[in-house]
């Protein structure tokens, strides 16, 4: 029967809707006990079968939103429905019916409408099993029955023989499963109305024939043993899944439970057979299954049952390999915001078609993850070619354009392969280092496919580790600070000091800032890290002045990240926390990256010019690698160069080479003539340091004078200096 979903009002001008859950849940009840009423056996009125299953429909409610997924909970709701006496073949497709239509819709809540969708099919799943369970059990119960009235009925004295033959004929006839009774040699003797209903209705064409003629195809090895051995008197009885052909040619699946009946003394005699026609169920069973293990978009397997061919594809024998290509379309996201996420559907469906028919070999199989992700796998003992002739086709496949709305658009992917033997990898990790791989050949441009690399999927498994223990490791005080000193080139005191930021990692040790800045960066911690590497620098430069102000005052000089620069709070955060430490604004220097400032506008520039108004200095970090415009320097709110270490690399002997003195000595004549400080990185000799004086820089780092270190070393150099 059609189902109604209502909506507006109704006619009394009473809005159809229901408002709180109970309220909601109780017209579900309501819609539920209407539509499997008419269908169902039983002596309630409609009102009182609908309170008979609401109960059943809070059950289904809160298995739906559940924090985890009880499948148990449908399995009772099924099974319950068959004490209701809802046996009906059409009670239990009516539910599912109502169940998929309405159940989201009235007892979703707040949920995610596809989690609480995907989870309502898992219910409609296990309310069939929990029916079909009961629904055996309850059948298997008249079966005993029948068969111990056909026994007592040949067992009997003959004074009750009228009487018992009486009783299972009422039973014979009036029961809802089919019965058969045949001889030993198979031939059908009798049977009942229900079966010859199952076989299309014609007595004549079930009456007569042999059991052995019946065979079907899909019948289970042991079917025809266990029948020998019941024949033969070895057996009691057997109960099997077994399918027959209809005249008609159709197929019929039935429950099969097949006695043997014995005379007065024992000896085989007859045999009774007693069907229950699961054939309907057994069709909805298998939708459900299609719907479980497919995309509803394209068709292809989806993730499910993916899964379930590679780990049996991982789980070969001795000799077998698998292939498997892990694709993501490159500039997808584009395709669905420019045109919207349903021209992004066509797409999609078309990609799955074309993968499709590459994948076709015995094998072979493609599924979609979701979204725009693909895989491809092939098995056998020769995939180590294979898997990339299959890479090469489906590469070849997104090559032609696809026309959606009109429009001809260029696909293009990235493709990570792993091949190898079976049994050495669990399904999770071949999907993982697929993905990492995947990710490698987007990274390199794209449309290309990558082969797996054991040494790459390490780093970028260790990549993925310190990202994610990263939000955690500020909370547990896993950072620390290091100082490298600032050295005057004139005089060799020393001036101030760059903190550098360590992590020190449960695990790894100790980590610099190359291997957690950039993760940072990219989650976005930088910020709250730069924030606390800002308030600990400031903090230290205080109790240097404090501990030692006879050593005069040292500058601190604190790396920005270009998060940071765009960060509303930037401005505030370092007023608040030098005001809090008691520090002077030209204390502190603010160290920049030249390419973090590349085309900057006056947006990005203003709290850097803000910051310099205070007393800030602002210094541009690794001058020289960012191929800027020198004019730029005039508009950049910055008092400090800090040349690149790549030009003190040659200054190593003495004398250097003239033309790296020449454009060095260009530079400082340049910053000089602009007011600018030039200070100089990565000085390891004397030779160095001494070209640099003589070229007019003004201070240097490097492990010449000292490698980073605690704060305290800072300031023992600060008195050998000004004691020297």
């Given at each position: 029967m059609g189902l109604l979903r209502f909506r507006g009002r109704g006619a009394h001008g009473v809005s159809a809707e229901p408002d709180g859950?109970?309220?909601?849940?109780?017209?579900?009840?309501?819609?539920?006990?209407r539509a499997v009423f008419p269908v169902t056996s039983t002596s309630s009125t409609r009102p009182e079968f609908g309170e008979q299953l609401?109960?059943?429909?809070?059950?289904?409610?809160?298995?739906?939103?559940?924090?985890?997924?009880?499948?148990?909970e449908g399995r009772a709701v099924g099974a319950a429905l068959v004490d209701a006496h809802c046996t009906d073949p059409e009670a239990l497709s009516h539910s599912l019916d109502c169940v998929d239509a309405y159940l989201v819709l009235y007892c979703g809540g707040d949920g995610a409408p596809e989690d609480l969708r995907a989870r309502s099919a898992r219910l409609q799943h296990a309310m069939a099993a929990g029916y079909a369970q009961a629904l055996r059990e309850r059948t298997l119960a008249e079966q005993e029955s029948i068969s111990a009235a056909a026994l007592t009925a040949q067992g009997v004295v003959a004074q009750a023989l009228h009487a018992s033959e009486a009783r299972f004929r009422a039973v014979f006839e009036g029961a809802a499963i089919g019965i058969g009774i045949a001889d030993l040699a198979g031939n059908i003797l009798q049977v009942n109305g229900a079966l010859v209903r199952m076989f299309g209705g014609a007595e004549q064409l079930v009456r007569g024939r042999n059991v052995m003629e019946w065979t079907h195809p899909e019948d289970a090895p042991q079917v025809w043993k266990l029948y020998e051995?019941?024949?033969?008197?070895?057996?009691?009885?057997?109960?099997?899944e077994k399918a027959f052909y209809r005249p008609d040619g159709t197929v019929l699946w039935t429950n099969l439970t097949v006695s043997l009946l014995r005379d007065a003394d024992g000896n085989p005699e007859y045999q009774l057979a007693l069907m229950e026609d699961t054939t309907e169920r057994r069709l909805l069973n298998l939708r459900l299954r299609y719907e479980a293990t497919h995309d509803a978009l394209t068709g292809l397997p989806n993730r499910t049952l993916f899964f379930e061919r590679l780990e049996k594809a991982l789980g070969a024998g001795e000799g077998q390999r698998f292939g498997l290509c892990?694709?993501?379309?490159?500039?997808?996201?584009?395709?669905?915001?420019?045109?919207?996420?349903?021209?992004?559907?066509?797409?999609?469906?078309?990609?799955a078609d074309r993968l499709q028919a590459c994948a076709t070999a015995p094998g072979e199989m493609v599924a979609?993850?979701?979204?725009?992700?693909?895989?491809a796998l092939t098995t056998g003992p020769d995939t180590e070619r294979e898997v990339d002739e299959l890479a090469a086709r489906i590469m070849n496949a997104l090559v032609a354009p696809i026309m959606v709305d009109g429009r001809e658009l260029t696909v293009r992917g990235s493709i990570g392969i792993v091949e190898g033997p079976a049994g050495e990898r669990s399904p999770a990790e071949v999907l993982r280092s697929a993905d990492i791989t995947m990710y490698r050949a987007k990274s390199a441009g794209g449309n290309r496919f990558e082969l797996a690399d054991p040494e790459a999927d390490a780093r970028a498994i260790t990549r993925h580790g310190l990202t994610t223990s990263l939000p955690t490791a500020l909370d547990r005080g896993e950072f620390f600070i290091e100082y490298q000193p600032l050295v005057h080139l004139g005089d060799g005191s020393v001036r101030g000091a760059e903190a550098l930021v360590r992590w020190l990692h449960p695990q790894h040790g100790v980590l610099g800032p190359d291997r957690f800045i950039p993760l940072a960066e990219h989650t976005g911690l930088i910020v709250p890290l730069g924030?606390?590497?800002?308030?600990?620098?400031?903090?230290?430069?205080?109790?240097?002045?404090?501990?030692?102000?006879?050593?005069?005052?040292?500058r601190i000089n604190v790396n920005l990240s270009?998060?940071?620069?765009?960060?509303?709070?930037?401005?505030q955060d370092t007023v608040d926390i030098l005001e809090r430490m008691g520090v002077a604004p030209d204390a502190l220097c603010l160290e920049v990256t030249e390419s973090a400032l590349i085309g900057a506008d006056d947006d990005l520039l203003k709290p850097l010019r803000r910051l310099a108004e205070m007393g800030v200095d602002i210094a541009l970090d690794d001058f020289g690698t960012g191929y800027s415009n020198l004019a730029n320097l005039r508009r950049l709110p910055v008092s400090v160069l800090k040349l690149d270490r790549s030009f003190t690399?040659?200054?190593?002997?003495?004398?250097?080479?003239?033309?790296?003195?020449?454009?060095?000595?260009?530079?400082?004549s340049l910053a000089h003539s602009l007011n600018l400080a030039v200070t100089v990185e990565g000085v390891e000799t004397g030779a160095q340091a001494e070209q640099l004086r003589i070229l007019g820089c003004d201070t240097a780092q490097g492990w010449y004078y000292a490698r980073p270190g605690p704060p305290e070393r800072l300031h023992e150099l600060a008195l050998v200096d000004a004691t020297g």
């Open positions: 859950p109970e309220d909601r849940l109780r017209r579900f009840a309501t819609i539920w006990s609401l109960p059943l429909a809070r059950r289904l409610s809160e298995a739906l939103r559940a924090r985890t997924f009880d499948a148990e051995e019941l024949v033969c008197g070895e057996r009691e009885h057997y109960h099997v892990y694709l993501d379309l490159d500039g997808f996201k584009t395709i669905n915001d420019s045109l919207g996420h349903a021209a992004g559907d066509r797409l999609l469906v078309e990609v979609r993850l979701g979204g725009d992700e693909f895989v924030r606390w590497v800002l308030e600990q620098s400031v903090r230290q430069a205080r109790q240097w002045r404090d501990r030692h102000s006879d050593a005069g005052p040292l270009p998060c940071q620069l765009t960060h509303p709070g930037l401005v690399q040659s200054m190593q002997q003495f004398p250097a080479d003239p033309v790296d003195l020449k454009i060095v000595e260009g530079i400082v």
